[in-house]
């Protein structure tokens, strides 16, 4: 071996040394507190929700986001027909404990690398149901904690829902409080509003999917298209 | 034809003819030689059109400021205040009617990308 060669050879050798070191990967737990809690400041976000029926179309709709640091998120669902209404939800936030035992509760959560979404770099937490089903897959942003994506999937593995930041101002100059007006009845996931009462089951709907609860045997029971854990929570605040 | 290209014509029928040049022409070469002005360098030039006269420094600097501005313009875009939520009436989620959760809806191509 020359000189040169084995000159070549330390500096390749050398390389990795240069190199960044990686971040470490968070807990599951940790990250998921990090995701329920939202970031430490306000921030607002350009969201699109697409939902995939089999055998149609997809569907989506776009959503302007606006949250105060670590408080309520403002919603506003922009229909594409610029005449129409646009729908707006303020959301109080959930204790992010409470968030997390639910979770913990019912499925089986890993993390792994997410890539970028908005710009930005995430960390990906899969959550399977205890029979291996994955259920959902969220981006959680490296630095922030702000849930950048959240994919919802059916029991045959098919992707049924997205919901992804596509434009993200991080910090931003948010008003101090949101003007509410007051919702009653059990707690509704993003998008999702009371739409009547028939044969003593009352029904939630976002335009697309549908959800009802009822009372069998003195018990509230849920059914429609809602993942476990936003069947839990409804079913935790059934009684409001 | 002027004087000067005359005497050169003059120096070069002489050489074409071989015949030696008269001390009185190659005098009179050697002086418009010498009273000749030096070709303006390139960068000469250049330094004259940049500098210019007073005019040339106000329309420099119009040109220069309004080119500034542009840029900033471009380059920061306007912020968006906080919503206005205030001014605009919150929907009464209650009770909302199918027909209208349904219109907020639209086709998609399912794509999975950042807003361009």
């Known amino acids: 071996m020359t000189r040169y060669k084995l000159a070549a050879l330390l500096v390749l050798a050398a ?11 968070p807990g599951a737990d940790e990250l998921l507190l990090r995701a329920l809690s939202g970031p430490a400041t306000g921030y ?3 969201q699109r929700v697409q939902v995939f029926i089999p055998g149609k179309k997809p569907k989506a709709l776009k959503v302007n986001v606006t949250a105060q640091p670590w408080g309520q998120v403002r919603r506003e669902v922009l229909p594409p027909k610029k005449k129409a209404a646009p729908l707006v939800e303020v959301r109080d936030p959930e204790k992010p404990e409470a968030g997390l035992a639910r979770l913990r509760a019912l499925y089986e959560i890993s993390v792994s690398t997410g890539g970028v979404v908005a710009k930005r770099k995430t ?10 089903v994955l259920r ?5 942003d490296r630095d922030s904690g702000l849930l950048m994506k959240r994919e919802t999937y059916r029991d045959d593995g098919s992707l049924r829902r997205r919901e992804r930041i596509v434009k993200l101002e991080l910090p931003a100059p948010v008003q101090a409080s949101f003007k509410t007006a007051p919702v009653s009845g059990p707690w509704a996931p993003d998008g ?29 029971v849920v059914s429609g298209d809602l993942a476990e854990d936003d069947a839990a929570r409804v079913l935790e605040t059934a009684g409001r | 034809m002027n004087e000067d ?12 003819l071989r015949v030696p040049a008269p001390e009185s022409l190659t005098a009179d070469l050697k002086r418009l030689a010498r009273n000749r002005k030096p070709a303006p360098s390139i960068w000469e030039g250049l330094r004259e059109a940049m500098s210019g006269g007073a005019w040339a420094y106000g329309a420099g600097a119009a040109f220069a400021a309004a080119a500034v501005g542009a840029f900033i313009l471009r380059a920061v875009p306007e912020r968006e205040g ?9 929907r009464a989620i209650e009770g909302a009617a199918p027909q209208a959760l349904a219109d907020l809806w639209s086709d998609d191509d399912g794509g999975d990308d950042d807003e361009i």
Do not use: I
């Open chain 2, 82 to 90: 906080a919503p206005a939520v205030a001014e605009r009436p919150v």
């Open chain 1, 123 to 132: 960390w990906k937490l899969e959550l399977r149901l205890k029979s291996g």
């Open chain 1, 15 to 25: 390389l990795p040394l240069q190199a960044k070191p990686r971040a470490p990967r």
């Open chain 1, 192 to 220: 999702f509003v009371f739409v009547g009462e028939s044969g003593g089951a009352r029904r939630w709907s976002n335009g697309l999917e549908s959800y009802e609860v009822r009372t069998v045997g003195g018990k509230p």
């Open chain 2, 5 to 16: 290209d005359e005497a050169r014509l003059s120096k070069a029928a002489m050489k074409s």
């Open chain 1, 136 to 140: 959902r897959a969220l981006w959680v």
């Open chain 1, 44 to 46: 607002s976000a350009v």
